[in-house]
């Protein structure tokens, strides 16, 4: 359980949106994945979603691979992924036919993905945003205002004040 936590969290700090990491993460389970082949594809999922975020959403590239163990070859946004990072799709395929009947697709389509590089694309995510955070703190002045009255009242204002994602500051 504490993967799948772990996964819905990272997949929302990706995309801001709960109901993706919720698709997501349902789609990976339901195709086979499992613990540490889990926590893999959400990092190569992820890697993929931020480095063609013009089209590619998680829950897409999920989906599409459900729906390519489903039917034995690449189709949706998992194919489209694979086509826009350069994988020919009859090779893949057959590759896929192969480990269906080794039982290792999944290893499969993980080991695809991992040649692609999309994990590293998300811990160099990880380490822009970091540094992105520690380069704009702002250190104020307390004039006596903080720590904040609890009747005291505050305005969020902003294209995400009703974001509750956005407030819990992951």
Same mark, same amino acid.
């Not at 931020?50 to 691979?65: H, N, P, Q, V």
């Not at 590759?95 to 080794?102: M, P, T, V």
């Given at each position: 359980l504490d993967i799948v936590e772990k996964g819905f969290q990272q997949i929302v700090e990706i995309t801001g949106e709960a109901d993706s990491a919720v698709e997501t993460v349902s789609n990976?389970?339901?195709?086979?994945?499992?613990?540490?082949?889990?926590?893999?594809?959400?990092?190569?999922?992820?890697?993929? $979603?931020?480095?063609?975020?013009?089209?590619?959403?998680?829950? #897409? !590239?999920?989906?599409?691979?459900?729906?390519?163990?489903?039917?034995?070859?690449?189709?949706?946004?998992?194919?489209?992924?694979l086509t826009r990072s350069g994988i020919d799709l009859d090779t893949f395929n057959e590759?896929?036919?192969?480990?269906?009947?080794?039982g290792t697709e999944t290893q499969y389509v993980m080991d695809t993905l991992a040649k692609l590089g999309f994990g590293e694309i998300v811990?160099?995510?990880k380490e822009l945003n970091l540094k992105? $955070?520690?380069?704009s703190i702002v250190l104020l002045k307390n004039? #006596? !205002?903080?720590?904040?009255?609890?009747?005291?009242?505050?305005a969020v204002i902003g294209p995400k004040e009703?974001?509750?994602?956005?407030?819990?500051?992951?």
């Open positions: 990976l389970l339901a195709s086979g994945f499992k613990d540490n082949q889990l926590a893999g594809m959400i990092d190569q999922i992820n890697g993929a $979603a931020i480095k063609f975020s013009d089209t590619l959403k998680t829950e #897409g !590239i999920a989906d599409g691979i459900q729906e390519t163990f489903a039917s034995g070859e690449a189709i949706g946004q998992f194919s489209e992924l590759g896929l036919q192969q480990a269906k009947k080794d811990k160099k995510h992105m $955070a520690h380069e004039d #006596g !205002i903080l720590p904040l009255d609890k009747n005291m009242r505050v009703n974001k509750k994602s956005v407030l819990l500051g992951n």
